[in-house]
Structures are given as structure tokens and as C-alpha cells.
């Protein structure tokens, strides 16, 4: 009997040894009711039960062969066949639902009124939510925040005029749209902390989300502003360090007015009877000393007088009670501890105008002495737990822990006995006692017991969903990227990375040597732990010089020292302009095309005007009464530099008629009817309105590029052409498989627009080269001095590699003489500024060359005029996705036959030309794909799967992707989806997962911003996830690298660099978002204002679904475990021998050098992501407690069975000393002989 098709040799056994039981068992059967027990016969009958779908077929089986059998007998028998052997199905559609049944979690039917069924009810949820606000409340925060936009823009502009000639970096780019129209958000955060802290003065009903509406409250004038904040300086630096605006106060407080309507400012206490804890009484003060005072409670029997210790006076540091309090005066006190006789007071919780407790405190939750708030944490949090949005565990210990304190650093044995033995002594002040924590207002820290190592492992206990799928039960392979894994082109490939990390430690290596070559009387006191003033810096000063002069190679200087030049300026109107377009003598037969056909592919090369003009013939051909034009592009920049210069041209501001759409920032208004959008946004609109009702045509340009946004847009856009007759959807590529995108949309029709070619001759080598980076740099001077006249256009891989091919040519071309005749050496590559980008466009000077070194930018994305020649060594750098490890990853990787022939016709735009191409032709027809793989098919579908859950679609192998991804990416994207909650045991999607979808974030970032929401400290969360999004916002200028080091220095955090970020934007914040302060400190002004409009858009998604913002104050421990909650599986583990290995695949990482954790090494931290250059470092760290991980991560992490012995240390050995007579194993007992 064969096998079931896709069962592997394993189940072939079973199944045959079943079916000889099931042989056996129809010839018992046999013999005990007819007497004959022949197993050639029972296997016969066993094969005619197995093809007989019903009891009838079987009878009229066996009366055919001549078995006339009781019924009841063919029945028993036809019911033991059809247990071991079901009848084969036939429905037309049973071999797909075979092949699906492998992956069931992947072939769910779609569902979309479920997905329905949950926007609705997240809408209800937040009206709800907004209706239990009191309307007054809400029409003074409306009417507040209409006066904030108008003052925060005054503002800005005033800002703008002082700070112009100290940030000149400000985005040219963006026109006339008005960014500054809604920065108002974030500047009103600016006074957030100040509503808050006099917020206790006011007497208006709140909910829980008032913290929303604080958040977005602002002041009422300028002037009045001012006032205020001298009026509430005391009640804002006693309050703020507190978290006054946790979710538990407010509800405490909402409720105690609702039930009674009483008066939540005064919470002093009127009592005759004992001190009770925490409760707030009238006093007097009776003593200062230095150290702090005492107080005799008036309202108390007998007089009572407990001591306010200096810590507990002011959230500031204070040196000397003295300066705070004086004999004889009235003041508010707050009782914290009370053990026996001794009362332990504060003032610093308590209003000292109106008696208010700014820290409202449960008696039984704590009743430990404020010293030591993270004793008996662990006892709370197993009183009172309630499940979060987030889908996490919320204790009591996370809801009213006062303050996180930052952890010391832990002391060795001589040192705590030195200590402690000064203390005795009375030699060391407070002030110099080891448990004294300045950040912590001076609070006493209670020397811990060291904590028990935990032992945490991965949770293989699989979903019913994943059962037999997940990572745990079978291997994911990485993608496929190379054709022939065996081939020159990936030796060659492997080389190239090799000989790229050489070069880079080589690099290194000399720099190293450069900086030790320092005089030694300035290279001293770098080394000296304690310098004289200014010396390190003149020595700091001094290794900047050096750098400086070796980090500008002689090339930069000879390519960039001359006047920078933005690119040739046209003299023809813009009018004249658009009619020297290939595509404006096509006009006519283009509207008409669209008219005819519903869907229309459009072919034209780059530069002729696809992008700019087609939007605006069918705009004057009427499309725009009937709904938007919408243009998607597969970059932002791309999309803001299109809309602004189609705004020209349709004689608008950018904004109105024409306007653009990128993530975290919108530039349209209500007139606008051309809109240019990156390809994600327009799949967050199908999100929400799934007929896109809003627009008449769609146009999806540089569709060639096949980003995963695309290829899902045109799966989604395909079935709503078949809803929706009215729409037009037009697809434009720059290269020739048009014949693919015509038959996957019905096989419509193709619109060609002819460009300027001319033949271009190919060239291939006769043999594999192996280097290709030193054979196109030999290419070039061969084609330099022996080729007429005409530029050179080289294809390398990145930034790295195009800088050494170019410092590599000038020196050589140096070597060769002033005889040779100039080469003009030319970098391209996405990181270059614009301005030196444009340098590429005018033409070379007389009886001189220009070499343009460039990424495959050059490909289909810019159109260089006067180039004759090309330079293909056939490879590209693409990102990669390793589901095993999780991360990805750039590869440098062969280029597809597309691409390449896309390069060589670079060479035949102008005249004829030539394409040199570094690889054989046998190598180009055997070893290159036919297209590039697709970016759907290598990169993470997290954040792609999510969004096809939230839209309804369960059925992603059925999904009608032009290009499916392998079924392992999307299990692995689901399995991620179900650590992070997003989807439930079945695979289905969440109330967690819908919401997660809102924010066009990736799913971890979703998830740690929900999670905030329920620790209290969404406010904080909010500005580092603006900051991560905005890449690196330091810089270090070459002339000032150590005082730049220096000034970021003083933003490093202990906890890591995700609370660096957040003290970088808070430091701006207070300096009113000035730019001079941007210069001052070494930061990017851009990159904060980017972060700026991110926070403000991902505010705006917040106020949407009611979700309160708050803040954490000095709780750093909440944003640490909201960090942890979302990036849980980026877990990595302090390694004995070197640097750390994460928990998921024991992979060996490192902490980058620019990180604030560098030099503290933790045991536990969590990273934001991986870089590989010489290994692979973390980027954004901070350090977690372990505890944490199968808190927040049940489904992902568990703790390890302390009776047994974990994985990791099965997997340690023991290494002994180095021995120079021995060798390292001949300890062992079994390396000795007897």
C-alpha cells in the first residue's frame, strides 16, 4: 500500500502496519461468522470497503463478486475498515484542502465580519470610554487646546526667527504644508508636568482618562502661563517625582467624588487618637538640626513629635535642613512610618498650601518604611492582580510602588566592612554613606542579600493552532537568495564579505596605532584616572585632530572641497518643461486607455514622466469629480519630492489640491484630490475603509521594486476592482516584465511609452573573478585610457565598499601621472547628502571623465545623462530575514537577469554604448535568477500578517499574493504574533492584536506602547518609540569629537539607552525645543523634530481609542518591563567568557561601543536590534530584571525546573588554566591512561 502523498518514512511504517492489523482483523472477523478466515480474501474485501463511501456501495460491491452477506455483517465490517482506512474524498477541491491540512493555521477561512465586528467594537469601547467624561470637562479642553495651537504656533514661529541662524538644518523639503499646525501636541507636553502638578487645585470631575486630557490641556495665555508656574514651583518639585497622575489615584479620587461628592483637595486628617499611617496632619516644627527636624502633631492626643528626616523634606536635593523649615512653623506633615513611639514624617507628599496628599497611600498594601520600597514587593504582588490591555499581569507592587529606585552598585566584602566602620565612627556625613541615593532624594537604601540566580528557558508548549510547526518541532531553514549556493558568483559573494570585515579591522588596527603614536606627555593623562583640569580635554582635543585628518581621505576632499552645486538648473519654463517629457505626445491615448480599460499596466522607463504627469492628465481629464487620485511610491522621500513638485506644476501650495501621506506625518487637506503616498499608508486606508470609496483611480508606481507592501496592495486592490466597476487601477514599472503584471490582473492590456535607446554592446569576462571590487577598479582605468570619450558607471553593493573603490581609484589614478587625463570620481548611495548626490547630474568638463561609483540606486530610480559605459560586477546588497535567529540581516547576494539587463541599458540612454560585465555568460544564464526575489518572500511578515488578520483574511495560503512567501515565514510571523498576544490558542486575531494593528508601528513597538497604557507610564514609552523611529540623533563632528563625546555623556542613563533617548527629548523639552541647544549638545535638530511629529501623530491614535496617557515620573522600573513586554525575545544573558548570547539561539552579541551600558556590562538586558560589522552588537540596551521575561512573556519564556539542570549549563564545560606542559584535556579522567 503506498503512502498518503506529503507523509515522510516514518508514517509509511505505521500505516502499513496498520493496515496488516486492520488484514487480520476482517479475517477474524471472517472466519467467526461465514468460517473462512483466507487473508487473501479479507485483504480483497478490505480493499473494496476502503473505496465504498456508504454501506449500500459495499453491499452492491461484494453481491457484484459473488458475497451475498448479511447486512448487519457488512455493515460491522464496512465500520472496521473506514476506522483505520476513511474513504478517499471526492470533492474537486480535495487536493488543495490536502496540501492546506499541513498547514492548518495558515488555511483558516477569512472572516470579515469578525474583523468587523472588532473595530466596532474598539470604537465602542472608546466612546464609552469618552462618554463617562463630564461634557464641561471636555468643552474646556477643547476650547484649551484651540488656544494652545494658536499660541504654540506664535511660538514656533517666533522660535523659528531666533534660532535661524543656528539651525539651518531644518528640512528645506517639505514646502509650504504646514507642519507646524499640529506640533502643538508635544509642545503642549511641555506643560504637561505642570498641569499636573497644580492640577489638585482644580476642582473638576476626572475618569481614568484624565490623564489624557491633562496631557492635552495647555495653558490659557502666555503671560498667564508664567505666573502660574511661579505660583506652583513648590507643589510641581514636591509632586512630580511621585507619578501623581497614576491610573489609581485618579480612579481613588473619581470615585470618592461620584459616591459623595466630596472634596478630594483636603485629606487632612481631624482626629484625637493615634497616629494612623499615611494619613496627613497639622504641625508644628520644634527642632531643626542638619539632618532634618522635628515635628509635634497638633491634632493628635498627647502631642505626639516624630522626626522629618532631610530626604523626606523636598524632592530636590537638600544640603541642609536649615534652608527648608525653621523653628516655630506651622506645616503640613505626612506620616510613614511608625514603629512604636518613633513616627517617621514627610513633607514632601503633602501640599504645604492646601494640606492635599500628592501621594495617596493604601494602609495593608505597604506598610514597610519608605527607606527600602522594594522589600516586600514580592508579598504584594500575589495580593491583587488583574489582567491589563495588554494582555499582561498588573500587580499592586506595579500600580503603587512610590518610586523605582536605581540599583547600587553592588559592594565587595572589604569594602562594606570599611564602610561600615567609618560610619561607626562618625567620619563619614550622610551625604557619604554607601545606601545614600542622590537621585532618589536622598533615600537609605537597606542593604539586600544577594538574589538567587534564575534560570529561565524557552516555553516549547505549542498552541493547538502551531501543534507539530512551530520552531520547536520542525528547523526553519533561512531564504533561498542563491540560485546556485555552489556557484563563482556566491564564492565570490563570500570573498567580498570577508575581504569587507578585513578591510574594516584593518582600519581599526590603524587608528588604534595612530591614537598610541600620541607624544607620551598628552597621551599621560588620558590614562591618569585623575587628570588636572583641562588636560584630558587637551588630550581629547588633540586624538579629534588626528582622526579628523585620517577620516577625510584626499578623494572626499578632492570631490566635495570645491563649491557644492545643486544640480543643473533648467532655463524652459515649467510648462515647457512637462512637453519635453516622452509621455506628454502619448497624452491623449494614455486618458483614453484608462477610460477603456479598468486596470492598465503602464511601461516607461525612468524619466519619462510616469510618476509626475499621469496624475495630472486624469485630473484634467475629470477623474477628480468622482474621487481622489491616489499615487503610492515605495519610498517617503520619493513621495514628499513628487508631491511637491506636482504641486508646482498644478499651480497650488503643497497641501491643498496636491498633497502627500507618509508614516507619522499627513500633508493634505479637504481639497485635496492628488495625493502621493507611500504603499504602506495606502494598505492602512484599506484597513479602515476597505472599498477605498474616497478614491476613482489608484496608481501603483515603481511596482517593479515589489516591496511587501506592494505585492499585498495588489492582491487586496485586484479583488476590489471586481467590487468596485468605477475604479481605475493603473500599475507603472520602469522594467520590461510587464507580461508578469498583465497576466496576474486579468490579462489587461499595456501601455509602452518608447524611450531614447540605443544598442548597447555586452561584454562578458572569460573567467570567474573573484574579487569583483578590484576587477571593476581595473575595468575603469582600462576603459580611462584606452576608450573614447564618455562617462563610466559603476554598480557596487554599499557605502563601505563604494568609499574604498573610490579612495582604492584615486590613488591609483594618482600613481599614473598628470599625463593621464582627469577622472572625476563620483559617489552614489542613499546616505549621501542631496546636495552632493546632485553632483552626479552635470556634465564632466572638457577633456575630463566622470566615474559615478554607485548602489543599484542607479538602477531604475535616477537617470544620469553622458553615460556610455557600465561597469555590472553583478551583485547587490538585500535584506534578508533568518527566521532561526530572528533578525535581519544585509546580504550581499548575485542579481537577478532583470537587473542586469536593466544596468546595461543604463549605457544606451544617451548614445551607444557599452556593459562590461564582471561574471561569465554561463554564470548569467545558470547562476542568476530569471527576476529578484521579491521582498515578501526574505524579510519578516509580522507586521504584514497582523494587518491581513486585522482586514479578515485567516486564509493566507489561499491569498492571491503574485508571488506567495514560503509557509514557514508566515508560521514563524504567527508564532511571533502569538508570544506578543496579538493572536488567541486558534490562530484567530485578538482585541490585543486589532489594536496592536492601529498604530503603523511593528508589532513589538504596538505592544510595548499598549503596555504602557496598563504600567502607568505611556508617556515616557511614547517619546522613545518617537526617538528609535528617527535613527541616530547624535553626530560627532571630526574637529570636536571629544567634547562631542562629552556632552552625550551627560545624557547617559544607568538603565540603558532607551531612557538615554528619553533624557535626550526631555532635556530638549525643557529648553522649549531649541535649536541652539541642539548645537550646543552634539544632537540632530531634525532627527528631534522628526521625533517630534512621530509622538504628535502616534498621540493623536491614542486620543482616538481614549487610551490614557501617563506618566512614570522617576518609576524607571515601569518603562524598563514596558520595554521588556514588547522586545521579550530580544533577551540576552551576560556570557562568563566574552560579551553576552542571546536566550533564543545561544548566538554570541555584543553591546556597541556608542551604548550608555558599554562600560557597565550587565547581567540581563534587553536590545532593540542587531548590527553585524566586525560582530554582532546590540543597539538600544537597557538592562532587565529576569524576573520579568515569564512575567510578561508566559507564552515565550518559563522558569527552569530547579530540580534538574537547565539547558545552558548541560551546555557549559569546564576549561581549565592554560598549561604550557599539558594538554587542556588531559585532566579528564578518560584522557588518563591506567
Known amino acids: 500500500m503506498a503512502p498518503a502523498a506529503g507523509e515522510g518514512p516514518g508514517d509509511d511504517g505505521l500505516r502499513k502496519l496498520e493496515y496488516l492489523s486492520l488484514v487480520s482483523k476482517v479475517c477474524s472477523e471472517l472466519e467467526t461468522h461465514i468460517g473462512v478466515g483466507d487473508k487473501v480474501l479479507a485483504e480483497f474485501i478490505t480493499e473494496l470497503g476502503r473505496d465504498a463511501p456508504s454501506v449500500a456501495d459495499f453491499d452492491a460491491k461484494l453481491k457484484a463478486n459473488g458475497a451475498d452477506l448479511p447486512d448487519y455483517f457488512v455493515r460491522t465490517l464496512l465500520t472496521i475498515i473506514h476506522a483505520i482506512l476513511p474513504p478517499p474524498s471526492h470533492n474537486p477541491s480535495s487536493a488543495a484542502s490536502q496540501s492546506n491540512s499541513k498547514y492548518r493555521a495558515l488555511s483558516r477561512p477569512d472572516d470579515a465580519d469578525r474583523a468587523r465586528e472588532l473595530r466596532l467594537e474598539l470604537e465602542r469601547d472608546a466612546n464609552a470610554t ?34 535661524h541662524g543656528r539651525s539651518r538644518d531644518r528640512d528645506r523639503g517639505r514646502g509650504d504644508c504646514s507642519h507646524n499646525r499640529d506640533r502643538a501636541h508635544d509642545d503642549r507636553g511641555q506643560d504637561r508636568n505642570h498641569d499636573r502638578g497644580c492640577e489638585h487645585d482644580h476642582g473638576w470631575d476626572r475618569d481614568r482618562d484624565r490623564g489624557r486630557d491633562r496631557d492635552r490641556e495647555g495653558d490659557r495665555d502666555g503671560n498667564g502661563r508664567r505666573a502660574q508656574d511661579r505660583l506652583q514651583q513648590r507643589d510641581r518639585d514636591t509632586g512630580k517625582a511621585h507619578g501623581r497622575s497614576r491610573r489609581y489615584v485618579d480612579e481613588e479620587e473619581g470615585q470618592q467624588e461620584r459616591a459623595g461628592g466630596r472634596k478630594t483637595e483636603n485629606t487632612l486628617t481631624n482626629s484625637s487618637g493615634e497616629p494612623e499611617l499615611y494619613q496627613v496632619y497639622r504641625g508644628r516644627v520644634t527642632r531643626v538640626m542638619d539632618t532634618g527636624c522635628f515635628v509635634k502633631l497638633e491634632d493628635v492626643r498627647g502631642g505626639r513629635e516624630g522626626l522629618v528626616h532631610v530626604s523626606q523634606m523636598a524632592s530636590r536635593r537638600i544640603a541642609n535642613a536649615k534652608e527648608v523649615v525653621k523653628r516655630d512653623q506651622e506645616v503640613f506633615v505626612k506620616v510613614v512610618s511608625v ?51 495588554s494582555g499582561i499581569v498588573i500587580t499592586e507592587e506595579d500600580e503603587v510602588a512610590p518610586i523605582s529606585r536605581r540599583p547600587l552598585k553592588r559592594m565587595s566584602s572589604p569594602e562594606r566592612w570599611e564602610a561600615k566602620q567609618l560610619i561607626a565612627s562618625g567620619v563619614l556625613d550622610v551625604r557619604d554613606y554607601p545606601q545614600f541615593d542622590e537621585d532618589g532624594d536622598g533615600m537609605l537604601y537597606q542593604e539586600e542579600g544577594a538574589e538567587e540566580e534564575l534560570e529561565i528557558e524557552l516555553n516549547e508548549d505549542e498552541p493547538e ?101 545643486f544640480g543643473q538648473r533648467s532655463k524652459l519654463s515649467i510648462q515647457d518643461q512637462r512637453q519635453t517629457l516622452p509621455i506628454y505626445k502619448l497624452k491623449k491615448e494614455l486618458i483614453q486607455a484608462v477610460h477603456d480599460n479598468q486596470v492598465l499596466v503602464v511601461i516607461g522607463e525612468t524619466g519619462s514622466g510616469k510618476t509626475t504627469q499621469v496624475t495630472q492628465y486624469l485630473a484634467e481629464a475629470g477623474y477628480t469629480t468622482r474621487g481622489k487620485i491616489g499615487c503610492t511610491q515605495p519610498r517617503r522621500v520619493a513621495a514628499m519630492s513628487v508631491a511637491k513638485r506636482v504641486a508646482e506644476e498644478f499651480g497650488c501650495r503643497l497641501g491643498e489640491e496636491v498633497g502627500y501621506a507618509i508614516r507619522f506625518e499627513d500633508c493634505t487637506g479637504p481639497e485635496t484630490v492628488i495625493k502621493y503616498m507611500t504603499d504602506g499608508m495606502l494598505l492602512r486606508e484599506i484597513l479602515v475603509d476597505e472599498n477605498l470609496s474616497q478614491y476613482s483611480v489608484v496608481m501603483l508606481d515603481e511596482a517593479h521594486e515589489r516591496t511587501i507592501h506592494t505585492d499585498v496592495l495588489f492582491g487586496l486592490l485586484k479583488q476590489l476592482v471586481k467590487r468596485r466597476p468605477d475604479m481605475r487601477l493603473i500599475v507603472t514599472s520602469a522594467t520590461l516584465d510587464a507580461e508578469k503584471f498583465s497576466g496576474y490582473f486579468f490579462n489587461c492590456n499595456i501601455f509602452t511609452i518608447p524611450g531614447r535607446t540605443f544598442p548597447v554592446e555586452i561584454l562578458y569576462t572569460k573567467q570567474p573573478e573573484s574579487d569583483y571590487l578590484d576587477a571593476a577598479l581595473i575595468t575603469v582605468l582600462q576603459i580611462h585610457l584606452t576608450e573614447p570619450e564618455g562617462d563610466i558607471l559603476v554598480f557596487l553593493t554599499g557605502q563601505e565598499e563604494i568609499d574604498h573603490a573610490c579612495q582604492c581609484l584615486y590613488e591609483r589614478m594618482k600613481g599614473l601621472g598628470k599625463d593621464v587625463p582627469e577622472l572625476i570620481i563620483l559617489p552614489v548611495y542613499s546616505a549621501l547628502p542631496s546636495e552632493m548626490q546632485s553632483k552626479i547630474f552635470e556634465p564632466a568638463p572638457p577633456g575630463k571623465r566622470k566615474v559615478v561609483v554607485a548602489t543599484n540606486i542607479a538602477e531604475a530610480s535616477l537617470t544620469i545623462d553622458g553615460i556610455y559605459y557600465v561597469i555590472d560586477p553583478g551583485f547587490a546588497k538585500i535584506n534578508v530575514y533568518n527566521s532561526k535567529q530572528g533578525l535581519d540581516s544585509l546580504v550581499i547576494t548575485p542579481i537577478s537577469q532583470a537587473s542586469a539587463k536593466q544596468r546595461a541599458g543604463r549605457a544606451g540612454r544617451t548614445g551607444p554604448g557599452k556593459c562590461y560585465r564582471l561574471y561569465t555568460e554561463s554564470a548569467y544564464r545558470n547562476e542568476m535568477s530569471p527576476t529578484t526575489i521579491p521582498e515578501i518572500q526574505r524579510i519578516n511578515l509580522g507586521s504584514t500578517v497582523l494587518n491581513m488578520k486585522a482586514m479578515g483574511i485567516n486564509d493566507l495560503l489561499s491569498f492571491d499574493f503574485m508571488d506567495p512567501p514560503a509557509p514557514q515565514a508566515l508560521i514563524s510571523a504567527m508564532e511571533q504574533l502569538y508570544s506578543l498576544g496579538a493572536l488567541d490558542e486558534e490562530g484567530l486575531l485578538t482585541k490585543l492584536g486589532r489594536k496592536m494593528a492601529e498604530f503603523p508601528l511593528d508589532p513589538p513597538l504596538s505592544k510595548m ?116 513586554a514588547g522586545f521579550f525575545f530580544h533577551a540576552a544573558r551576560k556570557d562568563p567568557q566574552e560579551g553576552y548570547r542571546t536566550l533564543v539561539e545561544n548566538q554570541p552579541v555584543y553591546i556597541h561601543p556608542s551604548s550608555a551600558l558599554f562600560q557597565r556590562q550587565p547581567d540581563w538586558v534587553i536590545y532593540h536590534e542587531l548590527v553585524m560589522t566586525t560582530k554582532e552588537y546590540m543597539r538600544e540596551v537597557t538592562v532587565v530584571d529576569p524576573k520579568w521575561l515569564v512575567e510578561l512573556a508566559p507564552r515565550f519564556y518559563k522558569g527552569a525546573d530547579p530540580t534538574k539542570m537547565s539547558k545552558r549549563k548541560r551546555q557549559e564545560r569546564i576549561e581549565p588554566l592554560y598549561d604550557r606542559y599539558h594538554e587542556p584535556n588531559s585532566w579528564r579522567l578518560s584522557k588518563r591512561r591506567a
Request: hydrophobic fraction near 35%; glycine fraction near 6%.
Open 130 to 163: 469618552a462618554a463617562t467624561t463630564p461634557a464641561p470637562s471636555r468643552d474646556r479642553s477643547r476650547d484649551d487646546r484651540s488656544r494652545d495651537r494658536d499660541h504654540d504656533r506664535t511660538r514656533d514661529e517666533r522660535g523659528r526667527d531666533r534660532d
Open 1009 to 1124: 506602547l499598549l503596555a504602557s497604557v496598563d504600567l502607568g507610564c505611556s508617556d515616557e514609552i511614547l517619546t522613545i518609540i518617537a526617538m528609535i523611529q528617527t535613527g541616530n540623533i547624535f553626530y560627532r563632528p571630526r574637529e570636536k569629537q571629544a567634547q562631542a563625546d562629552q556632552k552625550r555623556a551627560k545624557f547617559f542613563q544607568p538603565e540603558g539607552d532607551h531612557l538615554t533617548l528619553l533624557a535626550v527629548y526631555e532635556a530638549w523639552k525643557a529648553k522649549n525645543f531649541s535649536g541652539p541647544w541642539c548645537f550646543e549638545n552634539f544632537v540632530q535638530s531634525r532627527s528631534l523634530r522628526r521625533a517630534q511629529d512621530v509622538r504628535k501623530q502616534l498621540l493623536t491614535i491614542m486620543d482616538r481609542y481614549k487610551l490614557d496617557v501617563i506618566a512614570a515620573g522617576k518609576n524607571f522600573m515601569k518603562i524598563r518591563k514596558a520595554i521588556t
Open 339 to 389: 514603629k512604636g513611639d518613633k513616627l517617621s514624617l514627610s513633607l514632601r507628599d503633602v501640599d504645604q498650601d492646601t494640606g492635599k496628599d500628592l501621594l495617596p497611600m493604601q494602609r495593608g498594601v505597604e506598610d514597610a518604611p519608605r527607606t527600602n520600597p522594594s522589600v516586600g514587593s514580592a508579598a504584594a504582588a500575589g495580593s491583587g492582580r488583574r489582567l491589563g490591555l
Open 465 to 565: 493552532f502551531l501543534q507539530g510547526q512551530s520552531r520547536f518541532s520542525i528547523d526553519m531553514s533561512p531564504v533561498k537568495i542563491f540560485k546556485n549556493p555552489e556557484g563563482s558568483l556566491s564564492r565570490a559573494a563570500a570573498l567580498q564579505t570577508a575581504l569587507i570585515k578585513e578591510r574594516r579591522e584593518v582600519r581599526e588596527q590603524e587608528q588604534r596605532a595612530m591614537l598610541d603614536s600620541i607624544p607620551k606627555d598628552l597621551n599621560r593623562p588620558w590614562e591618569d584616572p585623575m587628570p588636572d583640569t583641562g588636560e584630558r580635554h587637551l588630550a581629547q582635543e588633540l586624538r579629534g585632530v588626528g582622526l579628523s585628518a585620517y577620516d577625510m581621505p584626499e578623494w572626499k576632499k578632492e570631490a566635495y572641497g570645491k563649491a557644492l552645486t
